[in-house]
């Protein structure tokens, strides 16, 4: 019979010794790898190194501590904020491990993360389901980093330009303030000088127009005509059309006109101007006009026929004020008006549009859902005649044959019930005309219904007793199904052994990890408390060794106190180095007392063994005696 062992396994990351077989030898676990879950370990790393955390790449790390590491790597990096420790601990216990995967968990909601993850699925390592919140993570942290470092770059540049400059900054500012000047240079060889001046003598101008063009010719910019307002061209269209001229020779007549009398109005204008004075000395008027090329009489007489035409097509227009100009603004308010209320429509329509669209996109999301349900029924339509078509005919007949026979059945009973509940009908009324015509023989039946019931009664009280004491041998029959219940069977008691050894190895480690950390709390203190005397020490003959070397008298006296002090500490450390080994001394006592444990685990491992095989030969031979004995 194959020995099993009444100990339970080793759980990971903790602290218990290892675990033995009867025979003493060390216990070797079988393990089943998957392979998927594998690939997506080794995936999942592959995203980390690319991501830039290189700690996986730590062949010495379990995968547990690198997948933990990466995702708070990459929590951190997205500016989010994660509580765990600082230090890294390798080998937590399973508390320690969930309580770190709740936390990163709980921050996995507040990034947005559109996958759901569970700790206890990073805890087991299910790698399948860890893979896509990984490659999110991965994801968010590769873009928090290009979105930070533009600002980084650039803050860090910034600082930098503060304090220091480059040589190629230097040589910037000194080619920056070159250009400067030589741009202003430019700029005052290059500014607007003024050409002309017009004369005191000269007429005033009147209009602004004038005033500007004449400013302008001062500079030397001449332009040779400008072009009439939009609606004075309208209304001389409309008064050409209304005289029956066409309307492209009039436009094209009057920007001659307009041209020509642009020109006259700039060559009057230079009449009234003398050029500047430069070194070879004023020029006169007369030099002016030579440049012209007119004679000023003619020029005088084109700016006065200019002005009479100008100011007639003003007169024009105030006299046709209520005449085709009123008419083409009641026509744009029309055509305004009828442009508002097509808008109106149109907004309509495409209302109705988008609710016609709607429907539409509603009836072809049904039409999609019946095409698919009707696909669906064709293929399990399909399917069933291809069973039908593989299985055998006869039996398939003879189904049939089952079912409408089942039918037929089904129909006769339903008549047969009715055909009772009419035959029920006419004995009950059969009955009662019987007892209306059998009157005298009254008190015989009732004589006999009395003795009916009454023997009904007491048959009825038997059946309630029975039926109690049925009720009472029930509830002691539960009683003592819950008393044997509560007898625990060999199995539950195996069951219960291994919870109570796995709890007690789990107390064990966790006493042994708060005994470290008090023996190591206590051995930095007295490390503190040694250092700090060592301080004051070194403080205080600091402090006493000028005025020691002062006199001779106390310069002995100083090298008395250092032997003493000398002394001391040669005392202290022999007390330590005392301590020390019989701390030694013990560990060695207490070493060769678990080796002899061991020992005597094996032995008793062994003799288990040893006794189990006694036993099977005692059965093998008593199920022998009984053969024998039997014959």
Not at 24 to 44: A, F, H, P, W, Y
Not at 518 to 547: A, C, G, M, P, R
Not at 602 to 627: G, H, P, Q, V
Request: net charge neutral; proline share 2%; glycine share 6%.
């Amino acid at each position: 019979m194959a020995a099993v062992s009444v100990f339970h396994r080793v759980r990971a990351g903790s602290k218990i010794g290892v675990q033995y077989d009867q025979d003493g030898n060390l216990i070797q676990v079988e393990t089943r790898e998957d392979e998927e879950q594998s690939n997506k370990l080794s995936e999942i790393l592959e995203l980390f190194l690319a991501a830039g955390y290189f700690r996986a790449r730590i062949k010495g790390l379990s995968p547990f501590d690198k997948v933990v590491g990466g995702m708070t790597w990459c929590i951190t990096t997205c500016n989010f904020d994660i509580d765990v420790d600082l230090l890294f601990q390798e080998n937590s216990t399973i508390g320690q491990k969930i309580a770190l995967t709740e936390k990163i968990v709980s921050v996995l909601p507040k990034m947005k993360c559109p996958h759901r993850l569970e700790p206890h699925q990073i805890q087991g390592l299910d790698f399948i389901h860890i893979f896509p919140v990984v490659q999110w993570l991965v994801k968010r942290a590769i873009e928090t980093r290009e979105e930070m470092g533009d600002y980084i770059r650039a803050y860090s540049i910034s600082q930098f330009q503060k304090t220091h400059s480059t040589p190629e900054d230097n040589e910037f500012m000194q080619r920056k303030e070159k250009a400067i000047k030589t741009v202003m240079g430019v700029s005052d060889v290059y500014k607007p000088q003024r050409k002309y001046k017009r004369l005191m003598e000269a007429a005033a101008l009147v209009d602004e127009e004038s005033k500007v063009h004449s400013t302008l010719l001062e500079y030397g910019r001449r332009y040779l005509f400008s072009k009439a307002p939009k609606q004075d061209k309208e209304n001389d269209k409309k008064v050409s059309l209304g005289h029956g001229v066409p309307g492209g020779m009039t436009e094209v007549s009057e920007e001659e006109e307009l041209q020509a009398a642009e020109e006259l109005r700039i060559k009057t204008l230079m009449t009234g101007m003398a050029a500047m004075a430069k070194e070879d000395g004023r020029l006169t008027a007369s030099t002016v006009g030579h440049i012209v090329g007119l004679q000023s009489e003619e020029i005088k007489q084109m700016a006065l026929d200019y002005a009479d035409k100008q100011s007639e097509r003003l007169m024009e227009d105030q006299t046709d004020g209520y005449g085709p100009t009123q008419q083409h603004r009641r026509l744009v308010a029309s055509l305004n008006k009828q442009i508002q209320q097509k808008t109106k429509q149109l907004e309509e329509l495409q209302a109705k549009q988008l609710e016609a669209q709607a429907g539409c996109e509603e009836a072809k999301g049904k039409l999609t859902e019946a095409m698919e349900l009707t696909e669906k029924l064709e293929k399990e339509l399909c399917t069933l005649e291809a069973v039908e078509a593989q299985a055998d005919s006869g039996i398939l007949e003879k189904l049939r044959a089952l079912v409408a026979m089942n039918e037929k059945l089904k129909n006769q009973e339903q008549e047969f019930r009715t055909h009772c509940k009419e035959e029920m009908v006419r004995l009950q009324q059969i009955i009662e005309n019987l007892k209306m015509e059998s009157g005298g023989d009254g008190s015989d039946e009732k004589e006999r219904n009395k003795l009916i019931e009454k023997q009904y009664d007491i048959d009825r009280e038997k059946l309630q007793k029975i039926r109690l004491l049925l009720a009472r041998r029930n509830r002691e029959i539960a009683i003592l199904q819950r008393k044997i219940d509560e007898v625990p069977s060999r199995a539950e008691l195996t069951q219960y052994q291994k919870r109570f050894i796995e709890l007690y190895g789990q107390v064990s480690a966790t006493h042994k990890e708060t005994k470290q950390f008090f023996t190591l709390y206590n051995t930095l203190d007295d490390k503190k408390v040694f250092l700090e005397k060592e301080v004051n020490l070194l403080n205080s003959i600091h402090d006493n060794f000028q005025q020691a070397m002062a006199s001779s008298g106390a310069k002995e006296q100083f090298l008395r106190q250092m032997e003493q002090i000398v002394e001391g500490i040669k005392q202290n450390r022999m007390k330590m180095e005392k301590k020390k080994q019989e701390n030694k001394m013990r560990r060695d006592q207490l070493n060769d007392e678990y080796l002899e444990l061991l020992e005597k685990q094996r032995l008793y491992f062994k003799t288990i063994k040893d006794f189990k095989e006694e036993c099977r030969k005692n059965e093998m031979l008593l199920s022998k005696l009984r053969a024998k004995g039997a014959l």
